[in-house]
DNA sequence: ATGACTGGTGTGACCAGA
């Protein structure tokens, strides 16, 4: 089984650059983040022509997440993170598919840092932090997967000491997403690939695709019982290469 | 270090992204 994850930056804008990927790449399960849209407005009838179901959860201009599938309709379980009602960002949705419990998430971006966006990113982790600790008490497969907005270690950012202060490397992000980690995640990508350079989101700005001045921040955590069955994964780089294309690329793993 | 791109909104001397 093929789960894969994409920050399209626009559902609608990038429409055809997610068809054609679809049609390439054939997952069974894709978390799709930054939709842009309204739930009203979400391109549900071409999706579903590409042989997907799904759900969403859209917001006006900003954020929204979604979660296809083409083995089966998921079943909805939530569509935001427990732990502060008076969060509106469509940050979060979470759903059954075939037995699997996979959470789609989008967390905040955190810029400029420091200020209310970098503490309003934090508490987000925390709450993420939380709510994994649930989804880990289950005895089934889970994946916690999307565009976390950190680069886990030095290895994942093609010049650290240009990100230091930056909300998406800063140590207080680097430390949460550690932490949380380490309640009993495996961080699949880098699980794979040890200490080789791999990224997922390459700038817009000053040619950075073509420099390979990248980033990884799109990640997958499995639980234990789905770390057993993960055989391989990879970045669909050449994606970041098409034409009215999203800054990242998708990223996907294969299960038993 | 800075400024460079992009979608969405709606026509902004915009906002937000990473």
Request: net charge positive; with cysteine; glycine share 8%.
């Amino acid at each position: 089984m093929k789960i894969a994850t994409y920050n399209v930056n626009g559902v609608n804008g990038r429409l055809n650059v997610l068809l054609r990927w679809l049609k390439e790449a054939k997952p069974d399960i894709v978390c799709l983040q930054e939709l842009k849209s309204p739930n009203i407005k979400f391109p549900e009838k071409a999706i579903r022509d590409a042989g997907y179901t799904g759900i969403w959860h859209g917001q006006k201009s900003w954020n929204g997440v979604a979660i296809l599938s083409r083995i089966g309709e998921p079943v909805e379980i939530r569509r935001a993170l427990p732990g502060d009602p008076e969060d509106v960002h469509s940050r979060y949705i979470e759903a059954e598919i075939k037995g699997i419990t996979v959470g789609c998430l989008y967390l905040p971006n955190g810029n400029p840092a420091p200020g209310p966006k970098f503490d309003y990113k934090l508490e987000w982790f925390k709450r993420l932090s939380v709510h994994s600790k649930k989804l880990l008490k289950l005895k089934g497969p889970v994946v916690l997967v999307g565009d976390y907005n950190v680069m886990p270690t030095e290895l994942d950012v093609y010049k650290p000491e240009r990100w230091l202060k930056d909300a998406l490397f800063r140590p207080e992000v680097r430390t949460a997403f550690k932490k949380l980690v380490a309640h009993g995640w495996t961080d699949a990508i880098r699980t794979l690939y040890g200490d080789e350079i791999i990224y997922t989101f390459w700038d817009y700005f000053r040619n950075a695709y073509a420099r390979n001045a990248g980033l990884r921040i799109d990640h997958f955590l499995l639980n234990p019982v789905l770390a057993k069955r993960l055989k391989s994964g990879g970045v669909d780089r050449h994606v970041r290469g098409w034409e009215k294309t999203s800054d990242h690329a998708p990223v996907w793993i294969e299960v038993k």
